[in-house]
Protein backbone atom coordinates (compact mmCIF):
# COMPACT_ATOMS: atom_id res chain seq x y z
CA UNK A 1 0.00 0.00 0.00
CA UNK A 2 1.48 3.34 -1.05
CA UNK A 3 1.47 6.39 1.72
CA UNK A 4 0.95 9.01 -0.90
CA UNK A 5 0.93 11.70 2.03
CA UNK A 6 3.78 10.60 3.59
CA UNK A 7 5.91 13.59 5.28
CA UNK A 8 10.01 13.30 4.85
CA UNK A 9 12.08 13.26 7.38
CA UNK A 10 14.87 15.99 7.49
CA UNK A 11 17.89 15.07 7.35
CA UNK A 12 20.38 16.26 8.87
CA UNK A 13 23.63 16.74 6.82
CA UNK A 14 27.00 15.33 9.11
CA UNK A 15 29.20 17.55 11.01
CA UNK A 16 31.96 18.42 9.04
CA UNK A 17 35.71 18.72 11.26
CA UNK A 18 37.82 21.34 10.38
CA UNK A 19 41.21 20.76 9.87
CA UNK A 20 43.44 20.50 12.58
CA UNK A 21 40.34 18.53 14.17
CA UNK A 22 42.07 14.34 13.90
CA UNK A 23 39.05 12.04 13.94
CA UNK A 24 38.65 10.10 16.99
CA UNK A 25 37.35 6.74 17.38
CA UNK A 26 34.76 5.75 20.08
CA UNK A 27 32.62 7.72 21.80
CA UNK A 28 32.36 10.01 24.92
CA UNK A 29 29.94 12.16 26.40
CA UNK A 30 30.31 16.03 25.88
CA UNK A 31 28.50 18.33 27.81
CA UNK A 32 28.76 21.09 25.09
CA UNK A 33 26.32 21.68 22.72
CA UNK A 34 27.07 20.27 19.32
CA UNK A 35 26.06 21.79 15.87
CA UNK A 36 22.91 19.93 14.55
CA UNK A 37 23.53 21.11 10.78
CA UNK A 38 26.74 21.28 9.19
CA UNK A 39 27.53 25.06 7.22
CA UNK A 40 25.82 25.44 3.88
CA UNK A 41 29.33 26.43 2.51
CA UNK A 42 30.16 22.55 3.26
CA UNK A 43 27.65 20.40 1.36
CA UNK A 44 27.52 19.39 -2.06
CA UNK A 45 25.89 22.17 -4.06
CA UNK A 46 22.47 21.21 -4.57
CA UNK A 47 20.36 22.37 -7.71
CA UNK A 48 19.40 26.03 -8.75
CA UNK A 49 16.17 26.90 -7.72
CA UNK A 50 15.33 28.66 -10.76
CA UNK A 51 16.07 25.05 -12.72
CA UNK A 52 14.12 22.87 -10.31
CA UNK A 53 11.23 25.10 -10.67
CA UNK A 54 10.92 24.21 -14.24
CA UNK A 55 10.78 20.49 -13.58
CA UNK A 56 6.89 19.16 -13.41
CA UNK A 57 7.32 15.65 -14.03
CA UNK A 58 9.59 13.09 -12.15
CA UNK A 59 10.70 9.10 -13.08
CA UNK A 60 11.96 6.99 -11.14
CA UNK A 61 13.62 3.73 -13.25
CA UNK A 62 13.95 0.38 -11.05
CA UNK A 63 16.75 -1.34 -13.11
CA UNK A 64 17.61 -5.66 -13.45
CA UNK A 65 19.50 -7.25 -16.01
CA UNK A 66 17.23 -7.81 -18.69
CA UNK A 67 13.97 -5.71 -18.41
CA UNK A 68 13.80 -2.15 -16.36
CA UNK A 69 10.78 -0.40 -14.42
CA UNK A 70 9.59 2.95 -14.94
CA UNK A 71 6.97 5.17 -12.41
CA UNK A 72 6.31 8.80 -13.68
CA UNK A 73 4.81 10.97 -11.03
CA UNK A 74 3.66 14.74 -10.97
CA UNK A 75 4.15 18.00 -9.01
CA UNK A 76 1.25 16.43 -6.62
CA UNK A 77 2.67 12.75 -6.41
CA UNK A 78 0.27 11.51 -8.88
CA UNK A 79 1.14 8.25 -10.92
CA UNK A 80 0.94 9.39 -14.57
CA UNK A 81 1.87 6.21 -16.01
CA UNK A 82 3.68 2.80 -15.34
CA UNK A 83 5.49 0.69 -17.31
CA UNK A 84 8.54 -1.56 -18.16
CA UNK A 85 10.91 -2.07 -20.62
CA UNK A 86 13.51 -4.29 -22.01
CA UNK A 87 17.38 -3.74 -21.79
CA UNK A 88 17.54 -3.52 -25.66
CA UNK A 89 18.24 -1.17 -28.22
CA UNK A 90 14.32 -1.03 -29.02
CA UNK A 91 13.43 -0.60 -25.59
CA UNK A 92 16.26 1.95 -24.78
CA UNK A 93 14.65 4.07 -27.88
CA UNK A 94 11.01 3.43 -26.39
CA UNK A 95 12.04 4.98 -23.16
CA UNK A 96 13.70 7.94 -25.12
CA UNK A 97 10.20 8.12 -26.96
CA UNK A 98 8.21 8.39 -23.38
CA UNK A 99 10.34 10.84 -21.91
CA UNK A 100 9.79 12.86 -24.73
CA UNK A 101 6.35 13.84 -23.58
CA UNK A 102 7.52 15.36 -20.81
CA UNK A 103 9.47 18.16 -21.28
CA UNK A 104 10.51 18.88 -17.85
CA UNK A 105 11.63 15.79 -16.68
CA UNK A 106 13.90 14.50 -13.91
CA UNK A 107 14.62 10.97 -13.88
CA UNK A 108 16.26 9.34 -10.66
CA UNK A 109 18.02 5.45 -10.43
CA UNK A 110 20.06 3.78 -7.98
CA UNK A 111 23.63 3.56 -8.65
CA UNK A 112 25.17 0.46 -9.63
CA UNK A 113 24.95 0.35 -13.51
CA UNK A 114 26.87 2.35 -15.08
CA UNK A 115 25.49 1.72 -18.33
CA UNK A 116 21.94 2.34 -17.34
CA UNK A 117 23.10 5.59 -16.27
CA UNK A 118 24.53 6.74 -19.27
CA UNK A 119 21.60 5.39 -21.31
CA UNK A 120 19.40 7.78 -19.40
CA UNK A 121 21.49 10.71 -19.89
CA UNK A 122 20.70 10.34 -23.36
CA UNK A 123 17.18 10.95 -23.10
CA UNK A 124 17.92 14.45 -22.19
CA UNK A 125 16.62 14.54 -18.93
CA UNK A 126 18.14 15.56 -15.43
CA UNK A 127 19.26 12.55 -14.57
CA UNK A 128 20.09 11.93 -10.34
CA UNK A 129 21.50 8.82 -8.96
CA UNK A 130 21.13 7.61 -5.35
CA UNK A 131 23.25 4.91 -3.51
CA UNK A 132 21.84 1.97 -3.08
CA UNK A 133 21.11 2.30 0.91
CA UNK A 134 19.06 5.09 0.27
CA UNK A 135 17.15 3.53 -1.86
CA UNK A 136 16.55 1.18 0.92
CA UNK A 137 15.74 4.13 3.22
CA UNK A 138 13.31 5.60 0.88
CA UNK A 139 11.92 2.09 0.55
CA UNK A 140 11.33 1.80 3.85
CA UNK A 141 9.87 5.54 4.51
CA UNK A 142 7.08 4.77 1.92
CA UNK A 143 6.48 0.88 3.34
CA UNK A 144 7.16 -0.07 6.51
CA UNK A 145 5.52 -3.29 6.27
CA UNK A 146 8.38 -4.44 4.17
CA UNK A 147 7.01 -4.53 1.33
CA UNK A 148 8.49 -4.89 -2.21
CA UNK A 149 8.33 -5.07 -5.88
CA UNK A 150 9.84 -3.81 -8.87
CA UNK A 151 6.90 -1.17 -10.21
CA UNK A 152 6.78 -0.37 -6.25
CA UNK A 153 10.87 0.78 -5.99
CA UNK A 154 10.11 2.51 -9.47
CA UNK A 155 7.57 4.73 -7.59
CA UNK A 156 9.37 4.95 -4.51
CA UNK A 157 12.74 6.63 -6.31
CA UNK A 158 10.56 9.01 -8.42
CA UNK A 159 8.90 10.27 -5.49
CA UNK A 160 11.78 11.02 -3.82
CA UNK A 161 13.20 12.44 -5.89
CA UNK A 162 9.83 15.03 -6.12
CA UNK A 163 10.24 15.48 -2.38
CA UNK A 164 13.71 15.67 -1.46
CA UNK A 165 15.25 15.96 -5.33
CA UNK A 166 15.88 19.77 -4.94
CA UNK A 167 18.63 19.43 -2.70
CA UNK A 168 20.43 16.93 -4.64
CA UNK A 169 22.75 17.18 -7.36
CA UNK A 170 22.50 16.36 -11.36
CA UNK A 171 24.91 13.53 -12.63
CA UNK A 172 27.21 15.14 -15.03
CA UNK A 173 29.21 13.03 -17.70
CA UNK A 174 32.50 13.69 -16.81
CA UNK A 175 34.98 14.54 -20.23
CA UNK A 176 36.36 11.48 -21.95
CA UNK A 177 39.65 11.54 -21.44
CA UNK A 178 38.51 11.30 -17.72
CA UNK A 179 36.25 9.05 -17.60
CA UNK A 180 38.53 6.63 -19.59
CA UNK A 181 41.43 6.97 -17.08
CA UNK A 182 39.12 6.34 -14.03
CA UNK A 183 37.85 2.81 -15.82
CA UNK A 184 41.00 1.84 -16.99
CA UNK A 185 42.21 2.61 -13.11
CA UNK A 186 39.37 1.02 -11.63
CA UNK A 187 39.75 -2.32 -13.80
CA UNK A 188 43.64 -2.67 -13.43
CA UNK A 189 42.85 -2.65 -9.68
CA UNK A 190 40.56 -5.58 -10.49
CA UNK A 191 42.72 -7.05 -12.31
CA UNK A 192 45.12 -7.18 -9.18
CA UNK A 193 43.04 -8.23 -6.74
CA UNK A 194 42.48 -11.26 -9.44
CA UNK A 195 45.84 -11.80 -9.33
CA UNK A 196 46.23 -11.64 -5.29
CA UNK A 197 43.29 -14.98 -5.32
CA UNK A 198 45.17 -16.49 -7.62
CA UNK A 199 48.11 -16.56 -5.78
CA UNK A 200 46.86 -17.28 -2.38
CA UNK A 201 45.61 -20.74 -4.59
CA UNK A 202 49.19 -20.71 -5.94
CA UNK A 203 50.06 -20.91 -2.30
CA UNK A 204 47.85 -23.12 -0.85
CA UNK A 205 48.52 -25.50 -3.05
CA UNK A 206 52.14 -25.70 -2.77
CA UNK A 207 51.62 -26.04 0.98
CA UNK A 208 49.55 -29.26 0.53
CA UNK A 209 53.05 -30.88 -1.93
CA UNK A 210 55.46 -28.65 -1.90
CA UNK A 211 56.42 -26.98 0.97
CA UNK A 212 60.19 -26.47 -0.02
CA UNK A 213 58.91 -23.88 -2.61
CA UNK A 214 57.06 -21.69 0.30
CA UNK A 215 60.42 -21.53 2.02
CA UNK A 216 62.52 -20.62 -0.91
CA UNK A 217 60.46 -17.97 -2.13
CA UNK A 218 58.61 -15.44 -0.08
CA UNK A 219 57.13 -13.10 -2.69
CA UNK A 220 54.90 -15.17 -5.19
CA UNK A 221 54.38 -11.69 -7.12
CA UNK A 222 57.57 -11.99 -8.75
CA UNK A 223 57.74 -14.14 -11.98
CA UNK A 224 60.99 -15.57 -10.95
CA UNK A 225 58.71 -17.90 -8.24
CA UNK A 226 56.51 -18.15 -11.02
CA UNK A 227 59.60 -19.43 -13.20
CA UNK A 228 61.21 -22.00 -10.75
CA UNK A 229 57.16 -23.96 -10.38
CA UNK A 230 57.02 -23.77 -14.70
CA UNK A 231 61.25 -25.57 -14.56
CA UNK A 232 60.57 -27.90 -11.07
CA UNK A 233 56.70 -28.08 -10.55
CA UNK A 234 57.43 -30.88 -7.76
CA UNK A 235 59.86 -31.78 -5.33
CA UNK A 236 60.56 -34.96 -7.54
CA UNK A 237 61.72 -32.99 -10.75
CA UNK A 238 64.09 -30.47 -8.01
CA UNK A 239 65.54 -33.38 -6.43
CA UNK A 240 66.39 -34.91 -10.01
CA UNK A 241 67.99 -31.34 -11.09
CA UNK A 242 70.28 -31.56 -9.12
CA UNK A 243 72.77 -28.42 -7.75
CA UNK A 244 74.11 -27.78 -11.13
CA UNK A 245 70.60 -26.92 -12.37
CA UNK A 246 69.98 -24.83 -9.19
CA UNK A 247 72.63 -22.72 -9.75
CA UNK A 248 71.92 -22.28 -12.86
CA UNK A 249 68.68 -21.23 -12.58
CA UNK A 250 69.28 -18.67 -9.46
CA UNK A 251 71.97 -16.91 -11.68
CA UNK A 252 69.25 -17.14 -14.52
CA UNK A 253 66.52 -15.49 -12.53
CA UNK A 254 68.96 -12.93 -10.78
CA UNK A 255 68.41 -14.37 -7.45
CA UNK A 256 71.73 -15.46 -6.56
CA UNK A 257 72.46 -13.12 -4.08
CA UNK A 258 74.57 -13.83 -0.94
CA UNK A 259 71.80 -13.49 1.60
CA UNK A 260 69.68 -15.77 0.38
CA UNK A 261 71.50 -17.90 -1.86
CA UNK A 262 72.67 -20.55 0.62
CA UNK A 263 68.72 -20.16 2.45
CA UNK A 264 67.43 -21.62 -0.97
CA UNK A 265 69.43 -24.11 -1.86
CA UNK A 266 69.27 -25.38 1.54
CA UNK A 267 65.70 -25.56 0.96
CA UNK A 268 66.28 -27.36 -2.05
CA UNK A 269 68.38 -30.20 -0.49
CA UNK A 270 65.31 -30.49 2.22
CA UNK A 271 62.48 -30.79 -0.86
CA UNK A 272 62.56 -34.56 -1.06
CA UNK A 273 62.63 -34.97 2.94
CA UNK A 274 59.16 -33.57 3.49
CA UNK A 275 56.59 -34.82 0.57
CA UNK A 276 53.05 -35.31 0.17
CA UNK A 277 51.53 -38.75 -1.73
CA UNK A 278 51.97 -39.26 -5.29
CA UNK A 279 48.50 -39.03 -5.82
CA UNK A 280 48.14 -35.65 -4.22
CA UNK A 281 51.33 -34.17 -5.84
CA UNK A 282 50.42 -35.48 -9.14
CA UNK A 283 46.70 -33.77 -8.62
CA UNK A 284 48.64 -30.26 -6.76
CA UNK A 285 50.66 -29.67 -9.20
CA UNK A 286 49.25 -29.73 -12.46
CA UNK A 287 47.03 -27.10 -10.31
CA UNK A 288 50.25 -25.27 -9.63
CA UNK A 289 51.05 -25.09 -12.77
CA UNK A 290 48.07 -24.01 -14.27
CA UNK A 291 47.49 -21.20 -11.63
CA UNK A 292 50.91 -19.71 -12.53
CA UNK A 293 50.31 -19.94 -16.50
CA UNK A 294 47.10 -17.90 -15.41
CA UNK A 295 49.08 -15.26 -13.38
CA UNK A 296 51.57 -14.72 -16.60
CA UNK A 297 48.35 -14.63 -18.51
CA UNK A 298 47.33 -11.43 -16.04
CA UNK A 299 50.63 -10.15 -15.49
CA UNK A 300 50.71 -9.83 -19.31
CA UNK A 301 47.33 -7.83 -19.08
CA UNK A 302 48.70 -5.59 -16.47
CA UNK A 303 51.74 -4.64 -18.20
CA UNK A 304 49.16 -3.62 -21.00
CA UNK A 305 47.37 -1.61 -18.74
CA UNK A 306 49.93 0.63 -17.22
CA UNK A 307 50.77 1.38 -21.15
CA UNK A 308 47.23 2.68 -21.40
CA UNK A 309 46.83 4.59 -18.37
CA UNK A 310 50.29 6.05 -18.48
CA UNK A 311 49.34 7.29 -21.90
CA UNK A 312 46.12 8.82 -21.16
CA UNK A 313 47.43 10.42 -17.56
CA UNK A 314 49.98 11.98 -19.44
CA UNK A 315 47.50 13.63 -22.22
CA UNK A 316 45.22 15.15 -19.16
CA UNK A 317 45.43 18.91 -18.81
CA UNK A 318 45.88 18.23 -15.17
CA UNK A 319 48.90 15.78 -15.65
CA UNK A 320 51.33 18.07 -13.96
CA UNK A 321 49.24 19.09 -11.20
CA UNK A 322 48.75 15.39 -9.45
CA UNK A 323 52.81 14.32 -10.84
CA UNK A 324 53.30 16.30 -8.68
CA UNK A 325 52.43 15.08 -5.56
CA UNK A 326 55.58 13.57 -3.30
CA UNK A 327 54.89 9.57 -3.62
CA UNK A 328 51.83 9.27 -5.82
CA UNK A 329 54.27 7.85 -9.03
CA UNK A 330 53.32 6.36 -11.84
CA UNK A 331 50.38 4.23 -9.93
CA UNK A 332 48.58 6.40 -7.60
CA UNK A 333 49.16 9.84 -9.63
CA UNK A 334 46.46 8.54 -12.53
CA UNK A 335 43.76 6.83 -10.00
CA UNK A 336 43.81 10.06 -7.64
CA UNK A 337 43.37 12.22 -10.87
CA UNK A 338 40.54 10.04 -12.20
CA UNK A 339 38.43 9.81 -8.87
CA UNK A 340 38.86 13.33 -8.06
CA UNK A 341 38.16 14.91 -11.28
CA UNK A 342 35.50 13.01 -12.01
CA UNK A 343 33.51 15.27 -10.12
CA UNK A 344 35.32 18.09 -9.45
CA UNK A 345 32.15 20.24 -10.23
CA UNK A 346 30.62 18.59 -7.30
CA UNK A 347 33.17 19.46 -4.68
CA UNK A 348 32.99 22.78 -4.25
CA UNK A 349 35.14 22.91 -1.21
CA UNK A 350 37.86 20.93 0.51
CA UNK A 351 35.47 19.88 2.83
CA UNK A 352 33.35 18.12 0.76
CA UNK A 353 36.56 16.47 -0.79
CA UNK A 354 37.58 15.03 2.46
CA UNK A 355 33.84 13.26 2.92
CA UNK A 356 34.15 12.12 -0.75
CA UNK A 357 36.90 10.28 -0.30
CA UNK A 358 36.01 9.34 3.32
CA UNK A 359 38.61 11.12 5.93
CA UNK A 360 36.11 13.06 7.37
CA UNK A 361 34.74 11.42 9.90
CA UNK A 362 30.85 11.25 10.90
CA UNK A 363 29.85 12.64 14.36
CA UNK A 364 26.44 11.29 16.13
CA UNK A 365 24.84 13.47 18.64
CA UNK A 366 21.70 12.54 20.84
CA UNK A 367 21.68 14.31 24.41
CA UNK A 368 25.56 14.76 26.11
CA UNK A 369 26.28 11.37 24.09
CA UNK A 370 28.39 12.54 21.29
CA UNK A 371 30.25 9.53 18.96
CA UNK A 372 32.24 9.94 16.49
CA UNK A 373 33.25 7.03 13.68
CA UNK A 374 35.24 6.63 10.58
CA UNK A 375 32.83 7.48 7.27
CA UNK A 376 31.94 4.89 5.49
CA UNK A 377 29.74 6.27 2.68
CA UNK A 378 32.47 7.40 0.28
CA UNK A 379 34.10 7.12 -2.59
CA UNK A 380 35.71 3.69 -1.88
CA UNK A 381 37.99 3.84 -5.03
CA UNK A 382 39.14 7.23 -3.90
CA UNK A 383 39.69 6.64 -0.30
CA UNK A 384 41.99 3.69 -0.81
CA UNK A 385 44.15 5.45 -3.08
CA UNK A 386 44.37 7.94 -0.75
CA UNK A 387 45.32 5.37 2.16
CA UNK A 388 48.04 4.03 -0.55
CA UNK A 389 49.16 7.77 -0.87
CA UNK A 390 49.52 8.41 2.05
CA UNK A 391 51.19 5.89 3.77
CA UNK A 392 54.32 6.97 0.87
CA UNK A 393 54.29 10.84 1.80
CA UNK A 394 55.06 10.22 5.38
CA UNK A 395 58.00 8.61 4.02
CA UNK A 396 58.87 11.63 1.21
CA UNK A 397 57.81 14.83 3.08
CA UNK A 398 59.07 15.89 6.35
CA UNK A 399 55.97 17.53 7.75
CA UNK A 400 53.89 14.76 6.75
CA UNK A 401 56.54 11.85 8.27
CA UNK A 402 56.25 14.83 11.55
CA UNK A 403 52.23 14.09 11.59
CA UNK A 404 51.90 10.24 11.00
CA UNK A 405 54.70 9.74 13.97
CA UNK A 406 52.63 12.29 16.26
CA UNK A 407 49.16 11.07 15.75
CA UNK A 408 50.85 7.51 16.49
CA UNK A 409 52.12 8.65 19.57
CA UNK A 410 48.38 10.25 20.37
CA UNK A 411 47.46 6.26 20.51
CA UNK A 412 46.28 6.18 16.88
CA UNK A 413 46.04 3.38 14.72
CA UNK A 414 48.32 3.10 11.61
CA UNK A 415 44.30 3.22 9.59
CA UNK A 416 43.61 6.24 11.71
CA UNK A 417 46.84 8.48 11.60
CA UNK A 418 46.70 7.63 7.64
CA UNK A 419 43.54 9.00 7.46
CA UNK A 420 43.67 12.41 9.75
CA UNK A 421 47.01 13.14 6.92
CA UNK A 422 45.12 12.32 3.91
CA UNK A 423 42.60 14.61 5.38
CA UNK A 424 45.01 17.66 5.71
CA UNK A 425 46.72 15.96 2.00
CA UNK A 426 43.33 16.18 0.53
CA UNK A 427 42.38 20.10 1.37
CA UNK A 428 45.94 21.01 -0.34
CA UNK A 429 45.02 18.82 -3.31
CA UNK A 430 41.83 20.47 -3.68
CA UNK A 431 43.59 23.93 -3.72
CA UNK A 432 45.61 23.12 -6.49
CA UNK A 433 43.06 21.52 -8.54
CA UNK A 434 41.71 25.05 -7.72
CA UNK A 435 44.64 27.30 -8.49
CA UNK A 436 46.08 24.92 -11.52
CA UNK A 437 49.48 25.11 -9.87
CA UNK A 438 51.57 22.38 -9.20
CA UNK A 439 52.69 20.98 -5.95
CA UNK A 440 55.57 23.23 -4.19
CA UNK A 441 57.14 21.74 -0.96
CA UNK A 442 58.92 25.56 -0.27
CA UNK A 443 55.72 27.20 -0.82
CA UNK A 444 54.09 24.76 1.68
CA UNK A 445 56.75 25.35 4.21
CA UNK A 446 56.47 28.86 3.99
CA UNK A 447 52.72 29.14 4.20
CA UNK A 448 53.60 26.51 7.84
CA UNK A 449 56.12 29.25 8.98
CA UNK A 450 53.85 31.53 8.40
CA UNK A 451 50.62 30.14 10.29
CA UNK A 452 52.40 29.10 13.12
CA UNK A 453 52.04 25.34 11.74
CA UNK A 454 53.22 23.14 15.45
CA UNK A 455 54.20 20.35 12.38
CA UNK A 456 56.58 22.89 11.09
CA UNK A 457 58.34 23.36 14.68
CA UNK A 458 58.93 19.66 14.79
CA UNK A 459 59.46 19.40 11.54
CA UNK A 460 62.75 21.67 11.45
CA UNK A 461 65.07 21.23 14.22
Same mark, same amino acid.
Given at each position: ????N???A %?A?AP?LK???T??H????????P????A?P?????P??????????????I?????S?? %?A????N?????????????E?????R?????Y????????K??????E???M??????????????????????S?????SF???????????DG????P???P?????????????????????TCI????????????????? +?F??????????????????A???R?????W???????????P?????R???F???????????????K??????????L???Q +??????????NAT???????A?????????A????R?????????? %???S???????????P????S???H??????????????A???????? $?????W?????????????S??C????????????V???? $????AY??????????K??????K????
Amino acid at each position: MRIENGTPA %VALAPDLKPERTSPHEGSYKDPAPVRSRASPNNKLKPMKPNQWSTLTHFAGIDWASRSHN %VAIVDKNGGVVEEFAFDHTAEGWQHLRERFAAYPGLAACVEKGLAFVVEQLLMTGALIFAIPGKSAITYRKRKAPSGTKSDSFDAWTLADALRTDGHDWQPVKQPNELTLKLRLLCRDQVALIEQRTCIINQLRAALKEYYPAALE +AFEEWKAPSAWAFIERFPDPASLARAGRKAWNKFLHTQQLARPEYYEKRMQAFERSAHFVASSGVTDAKSLLAVSLVKMLRCIQ +AQLDDYDTQINATFNSHPKQAIFDSLPGAGAKLAPRLLAEICSCED %VLTSAEALQCHAGTAPVSYQSGKMHKVRVRHSCNKHLRAAVHLWTFQT $QKQCAWAGVYYKAQRERGKSHACALRSLGHRWLKIVWKMC $QTGKAYDSNLHATNQLKHGSWIFKMAVP
